[in-house]
C-alpha cells in the first residue's frame, strides 16, 4: 500500500519540546594494539586515503591516533568525524555503532571548539553522526531535530558538493523523514527539490537516486511510479557497479529495505 | 485525533495489558489523512512500545501495532482482526461503533482541553462565509473523511462533496502554500494546524471564515464486546497515571500531552446524534 512517508517517524514527530542531548562520547575509540606507525598530521596531510576502501581495523587505528592528538589544527578538522562515520555504517551491531557515531559527534564538536566552524565538512560529518546515534530513539531523536537541520543548513551553505552533494541529500532525507508541520519540520515539497537537486548535480551517488526514489514515492501518485522505479533501478545500478568498498553493504541493506516497500 | 496523541497513546496501551501475552495483543491504529509512513509509524510506536512495556514492567512485545493513513484499510484491518483495543479519528469511530461494538476509553488533555475546534480559512477578506465558498476548491487533510466534516464539524449543515470542490491533501503545509498562492480557495485546518500557523511564512494574511463547535479528542477505543469493564478500567486508570511517571512524562511532553483522562461517555453523545442525524 502506497501511503505517505512521516513519522514518524524517522519517525520522529516533530514536538521537539527540550533538546534531549546524547550522551557524551568515550575520549577515545578502543585502542588497538597492532597498528602501524603513524602521526596525526600524517594521517591529515593523507585524508584522502582514508574511505571506503579502507578496512575497518585501518579506520581505527587512525582514529586512536586522532583521538591521542592534542594538536589543535588537526582537532579543527573533520577527519576523526568522517572516520567514525564510516565505521559506524558498516557496523551491524547497534550498541557499537551509536559509540561510534556519538564518538564522531564528539570530534565534530572538538572540531568546532578549536575554530573549524567555517568547514562545511565538520558540519555535515557532526550531522550524520548524530542522526545515526539516535535514529533508533525516539525521544532523542526527536529532541535533537532542529541540531540536526541546523547542523545540515550549515553544511550545505558551506561544503554543498562534498561527499557527492551529502548536504542535499541528508537535509533532503531529515524533510522526507522528519514528522511534518505542524508537528515537526518535515516537509515534502523541500525534501523533493532537494532530493532533486541532490540527483541532478551528483549523479553518481547511489544514495541521491535512492533517497530521491523514496521523495517520489511519498507523494503516492501513480504517475511517478516510473519515475520512481527509473531513480531505483539508477541507484542501484551505481551501487552494484561502483567501487563503494565496505559501504556497498550497509547502502545494499537500504535499497533492499525500499525495494520491500515497492512491492 | 492528532498524530501525535495517536502514536503516544498506541504506545502506552502496553501499560494496560490486562496480561503479558504469549503472542503480542494487536492495536489497530487508525489516522487517515495523515501524513505518516506506515513502516516509519509502526517503527516508531514499537520503538515507544518498548520503552512503556520496560516502564510498566510488561513482557518485552506484549503488543504490536498495525498503522493505517487510510480509512479504507482501517475499516478492512478492524474487521479482519476484530482488536479489543483501538485508536481511531473521531469519524471512524462514529462510523464503526456499532458494528465492532466501540466505547470510548481515554482521551488525551492537550493545552488543558479534551476537544478542539475546526476552522475554515481563507484569503483575508477574500471570503466572509462559508456559503461564499460554494463551489469554490476547498483543501486540508482532514477532508479523508468528508462524512465526518459534514455532519460533525459542519454539523450536518454543509455536504463538502456537493458543496466544496474537495482537494484532499495529506500535507497540511501544502495545502496553505495553495492556499497562499490562491490556488485554493480555502483550506480546513484541525486545532493542532490552526495553532501552527503562527510558525508560518505566507505572503497573504489569513482569516478565519468558519469556527466548529467543540468536538471531543479521540483517544483509545475498546470492544466492549471482548473487553470486561475492568479491564477498560485498568486501562483509564494506567493511562492516567501516564504522564506523571518518569519514563512516560518524557514522552507526554514530547507529544504535548498533558495527561489522559477517563473518557465521560456523554461526552460523545452528541457527535453520535449528529452522525445519525447526517444520515
Known amino acids: 500500500m502506497r501511503t505517505a512517508r512521516l513519522l514518524s517517524t524517522l519517525l520522529l514527530p516533530a514536538l521537539l519540546a527540550g533538546c534531549a542531548g546524547i550522551q557524551q562520547p568515550p575520549a577515545q575509540a578502543d585502542r588497538l594494539s597492532d597498528c602501524p606507525k603513524q602521526t596525526a598530521a600524517s594521517l591529515v596531510a593523507e585524508q584522502n586515503q582514508l574511505g571506503h576502501l579502507s578496512d575497518s581495523h585501518t579506520l581505527a587505528c587512525a582514529l586512536t591516533v586522532l583521538g591521542d592528538s592534542q594538536d589543535p589544527a588537526v582537532g579543527r578538522t573533520s577527519l576523526g568525524s568522517r572516520l567514525c562515520l564510516q565505521l559506524a555504517e558498516r557496523d551491524t551491531n547497534q550498541e557499537k555503532r551509536e559509540k561510534l557515531a556519538t564518538q564522531g559527534v564528539g570530534f565534530a564538536e572538538t572540531a568546532l571548539a578549536n575554530g573549524g566552524d567555517s568547514d562545511g565538512a565538520v558540519h555535515y560529518y557532526l550531522a550524520a553522526n548524530l542522526g545515526l546515534a539516535v535514529r533508533e530513539h525516539i525521544t532523542q531523536a526527536m529532541g535533537n531535530l532542529g541540531r540536526l537541520e541546523s547542523e545540515m543548513k550549515q553544511a550545505l551553505a558551506l561544503s554543498p558538493d562534498i561527499d557527492n552533494g551529502g548536504p542535499l541529500r541528508l537535509l533532503g532525507a531529515l524533510y522526507l523523514k522528519a514528522p511534518a508541520w505542524p508537528n515537526g519540520i518535515g516537509d515534502r515539497d523541500k525534501a523533493l527539490e532537494l532530493l532533486e537537486k541532490a540527483v541532478k548535480e551528483h549523479p553518481k551517488h547511489p544514495l541521491n537516486h535512492l533517497f530521491y526514489a523514496q521523495a517520489l514515492w511519498d507523494e503516492g501518485d501513480e504517475a511517478t511510479l516510473t519515475q520512481v522505479k527509473a531513480e531505483f533501478a539508477l541507484g542501484e545500478k551505481l551501487l552494484t557497479e561502483g567501487n563503494w568498498g565496505y559501504s556497498k553493504e550497509p547502502w545494499k541493506k537500504e535499497f533492499d529495505a525500499f525495494q520491500q516497500e515497492l512491492k | ?279
Open chain 2, 1 to 279: 485525533m492528532r498524530k501525535t496523541c495517536l502514536i503516544i497513546i498506541a504506545s502506552l496501551l502496553i501499560t494496560f495489558a490486562i496480561n503479558a501475552a504469549p503472542t503480542p495483543e494487536m492495536i489497530v491504529v487508525c489516522y487517515p489523512g495523515g501524513s505518516v509512513n506506515v513502516k516509519d509509524a509502526n517503527g516508531a510506536m514499537s520503538s515507544m512500545l518498548r520503552v512503556v512495556e520496560r516502564v510498566g514492567q510488561w513482557q518485552e512485545n506484549s503488543f504490536n501495532s498495525l498503522f493505517t493513513a487510510k480509512a479504507d484499510e482501517c475499516r478492512k484491518q478492524m474487521a479482519e482482526k476484530h482488536p479489543k483495543f483501538a485508536i481511531t479519528s473521531l469519524g471512524l469511530y462514529l462510523e464503526l461503533r456499532s458494528q465492532h461494538n466501540l466505547i470510548p476509553v481515554v482521551q488525551p488533555k492537550i493545552k488543558g482541553l479534551t476537544s478542539e475546534r475546526y476552522r475554515v480559512m481563507a484569503q483575508k477578506d477574500k471570503y466572509k462565509s462559508l456559503d461564499e465558498l460554494k463551489g469554490k476548491t476547498l483543501g486540508g487533510t482532514v477532508l479523508e473523511e468528508p462524512d465526518f466534516i459534514g455532519k460533525i464539524v459542519f454539523a450536518g449543515k454543509y455536504d463538502p462533496v456537493s458543496f466544496f470542490v474537495l482537494k484532499t491533501s495529506n500535507q497540511a503545509i501544502r495545502a496553505l502554500r495553495s492556499l497562499d498562492k490562491g490556488e485554493l480557495d480555502a483550506v480546513i485546518l484541525n486545532e493542532q494546524q490552526f495553532g501552527g500557523l503562527a510558525s508560518l511564512q505566507m505572503k497573504t494574511p489569513l482569516e478565519t471564515v468558519f469556527t466548529s463547535e467543540e468536538i471531543p479528542l479521540m483517544g483509545v477505543v475498546a470492544n466492549s464486546a471482548t473487553t470486561t469493564e475492568e479491564e477498560r478500567a485498568g486501562f483509564g486508570k494506567a493511562l492516567e497515571g501516564m504522564c506523571t511517571d518518569t519514563e512516560g512524562k518524557k514522552l507526554c511532553e514530547l507529544f504535548g500531552v498533558e495527561t489522559f483522562a477517563t473518557v465521560d461517555p456523554a461526552v460523545f453523545e452528541p457527535m453520535v446524534k449528529l452522525w445519525a442525524g447526517g444520515k
